[in-house]
């Protein structure tokens, strides 16, 4: 007699066997506590096929089991247990940039450009206010700028002016370089 087997825990179907015959009566056949003789259904694709215990019967759940993606920290997540809650994860993998998100509106994971233009002009500041500060002392040194003929000092007021238009235009949202200070 053929008969179905299941996982005890979960009631996932695992295959089909033959069921050993009594022997004490060959006609009676021994079931064991994770079988029945009731045929599992057909299944589609990512579905999978429960026996209910106290029902005596199958039924069809979709199967969970695979790798997603947390929508929060686009980690990787093996899901093997078929009961695991999917919130926050996706099948979709991310976009390969720092600056991916994913939309719950949309179900799509995207690119968030205001964000990463915020952050380069952002970083652009502080890389222009840096430069000042490194550069303050000997600019403002009285003895040293006295030391400069008129060509550089006129170099390092253009140079000066130059970053203050940086930090300028990254506030006003514009990113242009840094410019360079010429010998």
């Known amino acids: 007699m053929k008969i179905y087997l299941f996982n005890f825990e979960t009631g ?4 089909e066997d033959n069921a050993q015959s009594c022997q004490l009566n060959e006609q009676d056949f ?50 093997t247990d078929i009961t695991h809650n999917l919130y926050n994860l996706t099948d979709k993998p991310p976009i390969d940039d720092e600056w991916c998100c994913w939309s719950e509106e949309r179900q799509v994971w995207f690119v968030d450009n205001e964000s990463k233009n915020q952050s380069a002009l952002d970083s652009r500041i502080a890389e222009a206010k840096q430069v000042i500060i490194e550069n303050e002392f000997r600019w403002t040194n009285q003895i040293r700028w006295n030391n400069y003929t008129p060509e550089q000092r006129e170099k390092v007021s253009a140079f000066y002016y130059a970053l203050l238009e940086v930090i300028n235009q990254a506030e006003n949202g514009n990113l242009i370089d840094l410019p360079k200070l010429a010998n």
């Open 30 to 79: 021994i079931l064991p506590c994770n079988a029945t003789t009731v045929k599992p259904p057909k299944l589609k694709a990512r579905q999978m096929a429960v026996f209910e215990r106290e029902n005596q019967h199958w039924v069809v759940k979709r199967d969970v089991r695979g790798l997603y993606w947390d929508k929060t920290t686009k980690q990787v997540v093996e899901v």
């Open 12 to 15: 996932e179907y695992i295959g």
